[in-house]
């Protein structure tokens, strides 16, 4: 599944990591249920909430072309208790 691209790790979603919420861009069309339910499969864990917000657009010039580059949204997802998403691992 493509929906989810990959885990966002920046000084904002370490410090959620704290309060057991990991962050990650998705699909710019996915929705929180599809989301909600690959995370909960894939990983075995309980989702109890999530928040979803698009990036800024950011102007830019590539060649004769002027606009904005298709962006992705950002899922902050809350896990239940005791639960975990592991984003490394180990060798």
Sequence with gaps: MDEV???VLTEKSIRL???NQYTFNVDSQSNKTKIKNWIEHFFNVKVIAMNSYRLPEKGGKRGSMI????RCKRMIITLKT???IPLFSEQ
């Design 5 to 7: 691209k990959y885990p």
């Design 17 to 19: 990591l704290e309060r």
């Design 67 to 70: 606009g904005h580059p298709i």
């Design 82 to 84: 005791g639960d975990s």
